[in-house]
T-cell receptor, first 115, second 106 residues
Framework: DGGITQSPKYLFRKEGQNVTLSCEQNLNHDAMYWYRQDPGQGLRLIYYSQIVNDFQKGDIAEGYSVSREKKESFPLTVTSAQKNPTAFYLC??????????????FGDGTRLSIL | GIQVEQSPPDLILQEGANSTLRCNFSDSVNNLQWFHQNPWGQLINLFYIPSGTKQNGRLSATTVATERYSLLYISSSQTTDSGVYFCAVGDYKLSFGAGTTVTVRA
């Protein structure tokens, strides 16, 4: 089955710890994205990557880091510098071949909570 | 960045009723998507509609790109239509509206 897999579905973190959220896609999509959603709000862009070994900050990148070593993988690390990390995190991908007018596809998300 | 405004913020419907959700955006874009977020948080693609009109069952959408708005129509609503509907616009990256929470009562 083609799709985007996020793991784990639920994650608990102690204050001061870094945690890494996994996002893998087998859609052969070029671009990948991380969004954060707080209760009752829309999604906000954290980081995105259009090509391997390159990525750009989104609107709320402070306290987060990413890597793009493989086309199919785009892990997100929530560092201890992120003061309010409790949120729902969604990963997305889209093809870039055929132009920029392509839809994004989303994974099922990871819920991160602070203990 | 692009500003996206959705209205109304909340909508309560009786089963079988029709409704219209609106999305206004501040700049021209090559990508506009409508999503339905279910109670488990899954974001379901409804439409990719940068311009024109599309229909999928009881749902349809129209985007007037020159006037920077899009409409999502729900006809003969069912309880399973409940959830949050998001409009998102952008080119390489999406900007999301705050959503419309739809509650359909039996």
């Amino acid at each position: 089955d083609g799709g985007i897999t996020q793991s784990p579905k639920y994650l608990f973190r102690k204050e001061g710890q870094n945690v890494t959220l996994s996002c893998e896609q087998n859609l052969n999509h070029d671009a990948m994205y991380w969004y954060r959603q707080d209760p009752g709000q829309g999604l906000r862009l954290i980081y995105y990557s259009q090509i391997v070994n390159d990525f750009q900050k989104g609107d709320i990148a402070e306290g987060y880091s990413v890597s793009r070593e493989k086309k199919e993988s785009f892990p997100l690390t929530v560092t201890s510098a992120q003061k309010n990390p409790t949120a729902f995190y969604l990963c997305a991908s889209k093809p870039l071949r055929g132009g920029i007018g392509q839809p994004q596809h989303f994974g099922d998300g990871t819920r991160l909570s602070i203990l | 960045g692009i500003q996206v405004e959705q209205s109304p913020p909340d909508l309560i419907l009786q089963e079988g009723a029709n409704s219209t959700l609106r999305c206004n955006f501040s700049d021209s874009v090559n990508n506009l998507q409508w999503f339905h977020q279910n109670p488990w948080g899954q974001l379901i693609n409804l439409f990719y509609i940068p311009s024109g009109t599309k229909q999928n069952g009881r749902l349809s959408a129209t985007t007037v790109a020159t006037e920077r708005y899009s409409l999502l129509y729900i006809s003969s609503s069912q309880t399973t239509d409940s959830g949050v509907y998001f409009c998102a616009v952008g080119d390489y990256k999406l900007s999301f509206g705050a959503g419309t929470t739809v509650t359909v009562r039996a």
